[in-house]
């Protein structure tokens, strides 16, 4: 079993749409969660970090996170074209992320 | 500020050649990470450093890599002799690395524009 779990997609979702992307991980240990966009041939960058259960929120982007279920999500709400990536999900502990392999996401316009 | 940089942003060679990968982190940062992405592996954490000194090292595929960070701003990635199964972009990424508690926690980790690797 992999340590980051995602669903490699595509997931294809309508302009304005929400799009849910999620993530399950093994490790009980994980202090620190995140999601970061990878546009194709370029690096990843942060969109969201989580520390806590709960939902937190940044203009259109809503991370959950629940540690029970071992359970991180992302929504994006009003899905647009140029939110079209891979969405990876990493999770951190003692210093260091482990990544999932990512979802690529579609928003046609 | 600049950023993370790499060089060189692409590098084609033949099998058997020497590679060396280098990256500046953005000032400041304590930790310092290189990534090997591939389609089929994914995103792997390779080494990472913190204040210089090798943490952890488990991901280095095989005694061929090395790595190494003289001072808190340049770290090389050395790949000796280099095969076709090398080929991947290899990231470089930085961290701020705070202190909470007493244990380090993983912060954003800043990455590099990468460096597409070519094995022939």
């Known amino acids: 079993q992999k340590e980051v779990e995602q669903n490699s997609g595509p997931l294809s979702v309508p302009e304005g749409a929400i799009a849910s992307l999620n993530c399950t991980y093994s490790?009980?240990?994980?202090?620190?969660f995140f999601w970061y966009r990878q546009y194709s041939g370029k690096s990843p960058e942060l969109i969201m970090s989580?520390?806590?259960?709960g939902d937190k929120e940044d203009g259109r982007f809503t991370a959950q996170l629940n540690k029970a279920s071992q359970y991180v999500s992302l929504l994006i709400r009003d899905s647009q074209p140029s939110d079209s990536a891979t969405y990876l999900c990493?999770?951190?502990?003692?210093?260091?992320?482990?990544f999932g392999d990512g979802t690529t996401l579609t928003v046609k316009p | 500020d600049a950023g993370v940089i790499q060089s060189p942003r692409h590098e084609v060679t033949e099998m058997g050649q020497e590679v060396t990968l280098r990256c500046k982190p953005i000032?400041?940062?304590?930790?310092l990470f290189w990534y090997r992405q591939t389609m089929m592996r994914g995103l792997e954490l390779l080494i990472y450093?913190?204040?210089?000194?090798?943490?952890?090292d488990s991901g280095m595929p095989e005694d061929r890599f090395s790595a190494k960070m003289p001072n808190a701003s340049f770290s090389t990635l050395k790949i000796q002799p280099s095969e076709p199964r090398d080929s991947a972009v290899y990231f470089c990424?930085?961290?701020?690395?705070?202190?909470?508690?007493?244990?380090?926690?993983?912060?954003?980790?800043?990455f590099g524009p990468g460096t597409r690797l070519t094995v022939l």
């Open positions: 990424a930085s961290s701020p690395d705070r202190l909470a508690g007493g244990l380090s926690s993983t912060d954003t980790q800043y």
């Open positions: 490790d009980r240990g994980s202090q620190s």
């Open positions: 989580i520390y806590s259960n």
């Open positions: 990493a999770l951190g502990n003692a210093g260091k992320s482990t």
């Open positions: 000032s400041g940062h304590n930790s």
């Open positions: 450093f913190n204040n210089n000194v090798p943490i952890d």
